[in-house]
């Protein structure tokens, strides 16, 4: 079967999960990690990444800005 691990904050929360926290399951994890809640801006999305996230949940932070996934699409460009 599939596996995963999946990290939320919750729908719409006002704080994504802590960075450290990313990176500490990833360290300790083989399997693909997905982040969600709180992530509305390119800035915490790519914190997310960097942390070790392979996917991310963003919702709410679509409804709130129709370009956010253009602008999340060019993070995976580079």
């Known amino acids: ?22 990176k500490k399951v990833k360290r300790n ?10 992530i509305d801006n390119v800035a915490k999305a790519e914190q997310t990444i960097k942390a070790g996230s392979n996917m991310l949940v963003v919702g709410n932070g679509l409804e709130k800005n129709i ?12």
Not at 3 to 8: A, F
Not at 29 to 38: A, E, M, R, S, T
């Open 29 to 38: 994890i083989n399997i693909p990690l997905i982040v969600g809640g709180g």
């Open 1 to 22: 079967g599939f596996k995963i691990v999946y990290l939320e904050a919750g729908s719409g929360a006002k704080k994504n999960i802590n960075i450290t926290l990313i």
């Open 67 to 78: 370009h956010l996934l253009t602008q999340l699409s060019l993070l995976f460009k580079k």
